[in-house]
């Protein structure tokens, strides 16, 4: 067992881990706020009574303030969001380089091959039959998309910019892959030095928190209680990255027409796509952890 190095694994040491995750926590705030204010000022997927609830409960005019007094060009800002996504694509790929390139572990080339064609098949198979299906975008349901097709930009710009985003963001989804393969062992060699005892103790070390007492681990009240955050940049990242390639496999049978499209459906091939990638990433963490048996 060796020992994992500090100037990787702790925040404060390690400034390609700081700057990918500050980045790329802005990002999904950003988007985060775009949709959820997208949501909330379309009357017919809120409904009005989600507002008379909220009024009620809270004593404040939400829809009043949201969408009256508050000088938010929500269009606008949607649309912006949608112009910007090439520009932040390309700079988190750039800070998500230098932090894979610390990773020290050689990469398993059928492991590697096999993530990688999950990842961009799915892509690509969502993609390809889109365009066959609905060559002018008409029936594309992502909202950044939508936007600009609504907002009257040319079919050619609008066919451009996806495909620039999308390059961006699959490169980014399988250099995340290949970070957490060339990471894996100073993860797996961070929960041996813990030596943790039970499931117990190798789930709080596989978060990052070996260090940390019960209460710390559960409920951090101050920076110090809060765990590594190495740790979560792949135990978080990893699961998204399959159960989003994932349901892009289910949204192309959704085009073709071999299972009926539903809300609920789709949110739990997502989910089932994300836990089933945590059980095998905590299962892999276990298995690359254990010391090897004395001969």
Known sequence: MSQPRDDIILWGQNAPLRRFLIVSNLMLCWIGCDLTLQTLSNVNMVGHDFWIVAHQVTGIPWQRMLLDDWPIDMWRLHLYTA???PAIGLLMLVLLDRLVSQGETRLPKLVTWCGAAFIVGGA????SVTVACSPDLAMEGNPYVRVLID?????????AHALITQSLYITLFCGLWLGFLRHRQTIADTIS?????GWFGFLKAATGGAHLTTRQWLVPLRMSDVPLLYHYVWLVAIPVVFGISLFRWYAALEWLGFVEPAFSTRFLVVVHGVFSTLV????TMWRLSRPLPQV
């Open 280 to 283: 095998l990433y905590f299962l």
């Open 83 to 85: 112009y910007s996504l």
């Open 124 to 127: 690509l198979c969502d993609i």
């Open 151 to 159: 907002s009257q930009h040319p079919l050619a710009f609008v066919y």
């Open 193 to 197: 030095a813990s030596a943790p005892v």
